[in-house]
């Protein structure tokens, strides 16, 4: 089922038997999206992880056909190496959140796969700022270039370390311990025997008819927690049945833009759209041909 939304006429939805990228998405993701944006350049170099999709034969052949030139990242390293690790993802996260509250204050609205399309368009448009790609590159040290940058932090430098810094064992009792709030039913035990052990046997049987009563009180709370996610699945699903219609997906093709999904649920041949300009307010687009052949 894919997640149509007239707000977002030039979004791509692609799909995998595992919901992970694979080697024919890679290739896919180049073709429709990456050789149409770098066709202008006479060369030009993409910044990749070790990951196995991208580092396939075809995708390399079809990178070298296009003037691409593929730069392989070490592994292990992105969260040091890759411009959006170290610059735009992190203010995305945080946009997203902020999308999704606004969307959903109470937490109980079912944001179904067109909602989510659109709230991440949204907080992807306030991340990926002029200013946080260009810090990406510079945190990075990618550019401008600064060796020193990578070098210099202090997971490098204390690469060869094998023995880990002394950390203290928490303190169970303490005025923290005392003062906070049992919420699990181990907690709730721990404190009774701590009670107990330290007052007479008369109120040790006023101490345990509290804890049977804050046992009881807990497994309810839980139970009603299980009931109510229960509730908000059956409406995420009927959401989706409502919304959405399944339609049979070409074995050739991997990807698909919204004419494309219409068209296939309408069993006609899809148009080829372009957009020519896009505003915070306004979208257009241009007719290419009739049919897309």
Known sequence: MFPEHEELPDIIW???????????????????????????????????????????????YYCLENNIHPLYLPAHATHKLQPLDVGPFSPLSSAYSRAVEEYAPTGIAVLNRSMFTVLYVRARQEAFTERNIRAGWRRAGIWPINKQKLLEDPEIQNFGRTTPEYQPAPIKEGPNHLYSTPKKLDEIRELQAQIEAKVTPRTQRSVRKLSHAAIQEHAGAQLLQNELNNVRKQLHHQEV??????????????????????????????????????????LRIRILSDRLK
């Open 241 to 282: 049945q409502k919304r959405s219609k399944r339609m049979v997906k070409e074995r050739v093709q991997r990807s698909w833009n919204l004419e494309e999904v219409r068209a296939a649920k309408e069993g006609r041949a899809p148009s080829r759209v372009q957009i020519t300009h896009r505003s915070e307010d306004s």
């Open 14 to 60: 692609a799909f995998s038997p595992k919901g992970w990228t694979d080697e024919e998405l890679a290739v896919d993701w180049l073709r429709r999206i990456f050789v149409l944006i770098a066709s202008n350049s006479k060369h030009i170099i993409l910044i990749l992880d070790s990951q196995k999709s991208h580092i396939t034969g075809e995708f390399q």
